[in-house]
């Protein structure tokens, strides 16, 4: 009796502590200042020792945001809890809006969606428009730096460089991947390739001729796109309620003098540079952007 006990005891214990390790711990989401905010929210500090909901926290007091362009409601953004009509399905594909985590069910206290990552010392919606996950995707477009028709060999590691195409975002001048919100209804493989389009090569600012070629010519590209992510990122948008999630695909050219050898890259929308950055352990980049490049150069065996 007192063996099996024992044994449902370990049971659970290996559980809980696979389910601690597989939820990476965030970090950009805690300390200091929100981004972005003209009014000084500071972050309730949360420790280390203090992120996960298990941890007791007597004193913590998260501050109460959402930023003021999501309370005027825009169309992307939710209504306020509580508000007349506003029923959300927690957990579901809630009409066109996914309110369903890439990491599974996450809890729903007093009808409010908590962040299955732990505290971030904010709570409300700060900058994000949905209650619970919000959407994105990332493409990784990727390409071998090379020399006189040779791939380029990383002095130290000796093995072949890899460069993929990196944005400056325009809201905080930090390097990323050209990566965006999901629209309501809309396939994340729609989401990567509008956003490529948008970013690094603007298509905004394209006749809707220039934009169908460039369409076309990314097609082949863009249809043998490979997962390398899929979950939670570190965003430091991210609050006790409201968090930020992506799928994050590599879209590779092997070929040397493909199409990726002949692109010009042009930043547009939320962009405001654009470039092929070589991939190193030394990229500092936006939110969790770092962990999916790092699993692409793993994927090719390329240099880190
Ligand atoms: C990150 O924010 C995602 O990985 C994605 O790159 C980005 C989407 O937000 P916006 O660029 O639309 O602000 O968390």
């Not at 169908?212 to 097609?219: P, T, V």
């Amino acid at each position: 009796m007192y063996m099996q006990q024992y044994k449902l005891w370990l049971l659970v214990g290996r559980k809980l502590s696979l389910r601690t390790s597989l939820l990476a711990m965030h970090f950009k989401c805690r300390g200091g200042f929100y981004p972005r905010t003209d009014d000084n929210v500071e972050r309730y500090d949360v420790p280390d020792n203090k992120v996960e909901w298990t941890d007791t926290y007597p004193d913590y007091s998260p501050t109460q945001y959402t930023a003021q362009h999501i309370l005027a409601g825009p169309v992307y953004a939710d209504p306020l809890i509580g508000a007349p009509g506003f029923k959300p399905l927690w957990n579901e594909v809630d009409g066109k809006v996914n309110r369903c985590s890439h990491e599974g069910e996450y809890s729903v206290i007093n009808g409010i969606p908590r962040n299955m990552h732990g505290r971030t010392g904010v709570c409300g919606r700060g900058a994000l428009g949905r209650w619970g996950p919000n959407h994105a995707a990332d493409p990784i477009v990727t390409r071998w730096k090379m020399n006189l028709g040779q791939k380029v060999l990383h002095e130290e590691t000796k093995q072949p460089v890899l460069q993929f195409v990196c944005i400056k975002r325009r809201d905080n001048g930090q390097w990323a991947i050209p990566g965006g919100m999901v629209d309501p209804g809309e396939k994340v493989s729609v989401t990567l390739q509008r956003e490529f389009l948008e970013e690094a090569l603007n298509s905004l600012d394209m006749t809707s001729k220039q934009k169908e070629k460039a369409e076309g010519d990314l097609k082949d590209l863009f249809n043998g796109g490979e997962e390398v992510y899929k979950g939670y990122v570190d965003d430091p948008r991210n609050t006790d309620n409201a968090w930020m999630e992506t799928v994050a695909y590599n879209f590779h050219e092997n070929e040397s003098g493909g199409l990726l050898y002949q692109i010009s890259l042009q930043a547009g929308d939320d962009a405001q540079a654009v470039k092929w950055q070589d991939i190193s352990s030394q990229l500092d980049l936006y939110a969790s952007h770092r962990d999916f490049i790092k699993k692409v150069a793993d994927k090719h065996d390329a240099h880190w």
